[in-house]
Each structure stands twice: as structure tokens, then as C-alpha cells.
């Protein structure tokens, strides 16, 4: 059984910072790319980063250079660090294996 398991998620001002993490289990994590994904209220889900087996990374242009995606084999988790925070980041969070989703984790930007 696959499991997800978002955490890290809370409410900040803008311009601080939140660590998710996203704890997997049933998968054979290291062969697996990971993503993050993320709903605003009355948007579609999108995708924000991912990052490969091989450690490879994509973000979408309104993360660039403030979030980054990274992976602990070891620990079967993968991170997302969000800096420089905005009220449009304010949203559900989910972590993403094709086809599994986490529960999601909500975060909160305040201006």
C-alpha cells in the first residue's frame, strides 16, 4: 500500500519560510520521481517542483529561485524549502507519485 504523507505545512508573513516534507512508504523510493504540487482556493491543482531518481529538478516559473525540491533516499522523504514566501503561494500543498497523492498540508501566506 503507498502511502504519502505530507507535513511542514502552517501559516507565515510574507517573505518567511517553510520547510514540507513528504514521507513515502510502499514504493521503492530511490527509482521514483517525486513531486510537489499545490491548489490555491478556486484554482486548478499545479504543479510547483520535481525532481527525478537521478536528482534531476524542475520548478515552475512562479517558484524559481525561492523553492527547492530535494530528496533523502535514505529516509524516503523528499523537501520542498520555500523562501521569500508571497500571499500567492497560499494554498494546499500535496506530494505526488504517479498516480498516489498525499493528503495534503496547508499553507498559509499572510501579507
Known sequence: QVQLVESGGGLVQAGGSLRLSCA????????????????????QRESVAIVSSG????????????FTISRDNAKNTVYL?????????T????????PYWGQGTQVTVSS
Open 24 to 43: 513515502a512508504s510502499g514504493i521503492i523510493f530511490s527509482a521514483n520521481t517525486m513531486g510537489w504540487y499545490r491548489q490555491a482556493p478556486g484554482k
Open 91 to 98: 494554498g494546499v500543498y500535496y506530494c505526488y507519485r504517479r
Open 55 to 66: 536528482g534531476y529538478t524542475n520548478y515552475a516559473d512562479s517558484v524559481k529561485g525561492r
Open 81 to 89: 524549502q520555500m523562501n521569500s514566501l508571497k500571499p500567492e503561494d
